[in-house]
């Protein structure tokens, strides 16, 4: 098959084919119809990612290495490393939670980071025209597991909940942070640097050039029935292809019935993990002999009393209020999509509140990172300890199917035929830059 270049691209979100300007410089390629950004460019992207990747691996070395914080109270005291706080879980028998801390901030991180700067040697290298050792197959094997596993990278979001742990004990005892703490914050901001640096558009260009798109145009649909879009690389496929022509992902054609119902179990199995997850305590604190289970809202509750307003709000707005609020609104979108979108700006006011969805569900992990960090710190035998209760798991489960939820829910179902919606939109105007 003749490869030609890629300058189609269909929008994830509402399906509309667009053709992509040539770039000048930094930018990004907006989709006319929805906004979500189509293509984002990074002049220097592979020296970046080298930089940004090789500083990311070696201030996670430090955080790893070094005391990460220390914890004293009546001249008892105790100090944690970041991979004690990673282990905590397993001491305490709860091997499901302990191998989601240990993928989600150290394993799949670094994995990433390495994978990505690999990757773009190998692309540099293509790029100037010098051979290429490693195989096509386990290069686009490669490829597919690091952009699918971006998602899951909760670096960020467990660097606020040590800084909500810390809060919550400063109350009980004095705490001193340790260099490998400093390095972990550096580590985390660097991680984000790090994925805003990479230019996925130039990776692939270099990796495995675009196929042609046969008889697809701008201002095609997902409704056109010419094309099925890969969600991976971006290529554009012809209909009767299972598999993208490009990185060989498995394709997903549109298929909104099927993708409701699977959306409609994540969903219910959320509702069914929230309760206990509110009901069970969510950690257990002994001291000098007694015993006392608190639940999320108690530990809401006892920060306000403390007068930690603003991490009491966090708490209850990242544990409470958004699982809540996303359930809910992924339960409103479900319906939608059988009662029906009457144009376009309904159409886009609910993709708003779906990319929402996308936006916060991650940070209700901050609870279970809390208590790993609390069980891990807080160990004064005889005087006081914290470990954590059967509220955390299915805490985490309830993330985990929201998520789920959220990632299979096809938000193209909002957007019916142009030429059947009431809609401004020109289907022959190209790509916005911005």
């Known amino acids: 098959m003749q490869k030609t270049p890629h300058l189609l691209i269909a929008c994830h979100e509402c399906g509309l084919v667009s053709a992509i300007p040539p770039f000048n410089g930094s930018g990004k390629a907006s989709c006319p119809r929805c906004g979500h950004t189509l293509i984002r460019k990074v002049i220097n992207s592979a020296a970046k990612v080298h930089a940004y990747g090789i500083t990311c691996l070696i201030m996670l070395l430090l955080s790893c290495v070094f005391p990460f914080m220390s914890f004293s109270a009546k001249g008892v005291s105790n100090s944690i490393s970041l991979m004690d706080a990673v282990r905590v879980f397993h001491h ?18 670094a994995l990433y980071i390495i994978l990505v700067m690999y990757l773009f040697h190998v692309a540099n290298k293509s790029a100037k025209g010098q051979a ?61 640097v790090f994925s805003r640096s990479i230019d996925k558009e130039w990776l692939w260009d ?39 022509q490009r990185c060989e992902s498995r394709l997903r054609p549109y298929n909104p019935a ?39 809202m108690d530990g809401v509750i006892l920060l306000w009393n403390l007068g930690s307003y603003p991490i009491a709000a966090i708490i209850f707005i990242a544990s409470v209020f958004v699982p809540m609020t996303k359930m809910l ?14 144009d376009d700006r309904d159409a886009l006011k609910k993709l708003k509140y779906y990319r929402f969805t996308e936006l916060v569900g991650r940070w209700s992990m901050i609870d279970v990172f809390v208590v790993a960090i609390l ?20 805490f985490a489960l309830v993330v985990f199917f929201t998520m789920s939820s959220a990632l299979i829910f096809d938000s193209r179902v909002f957007w019916g035929p142009l030429s059947l919606r009431e809609t401004s939109f020109n289907p022959e105007v190209s790509g916005e830059l911005t």
């Open 92 to 109: 305490f028998d709860n091997n499901a939670l302990a191998a989601v801390l240990l993928t989600t901030i150290i394993v799949l991180p």
């Open 132 to 192: 290429v050792i490693s195989p096509p197959s386990l290069l686009k094997q490669l490829s597919r597991m690091v952009f699918r596993v971006e998602i899951w990278l909760l670096v960020d979001i467990f660097l606020v909940g040590v800084i909500v742990s810390l809060v919550k004990i400063a109350a009980l005892a004095d705490v001193e942070l340790g260099s490998a703490f400093w390095s972990y914050c550096a580590y985390s901001a660097l991680v984000v």
């Open 206 to 244: 270099n990796l495995f050039p675009s196929y042609s798109t046969g008889e697809v145009k701008p201002g095609d649909t997902h409704l056109s029935g010419n094309h099925v879009a890969c969600r991976v690389c971006h290529q554009i496929n012809e209909p009767h292809h299972k598999h993208c």
């Open 258 to 296: 099927k993708n409701t119902a699977w959306a409609w179990s994540f969903l219910i199995s959320a509702v069914i993990f929230y309760i206990p997850a509110n009901l069970y305590p969510m950690m257990y604190t002994v001291s000098l002999g007694s015993t006392e289970r608190s639940t999320i």
């Open 329 to 342: 609104i992924i339960g409103w979108l479900l319906q939608a999509t059988k009662e029906g979108i009457t």
């Open 375 to 394: 069980s891990a710190l807080v160990n004064l035998k005889g005087l006081m300890s914290i470990s954590p209760g059967p509220a955390a798991l299915y």
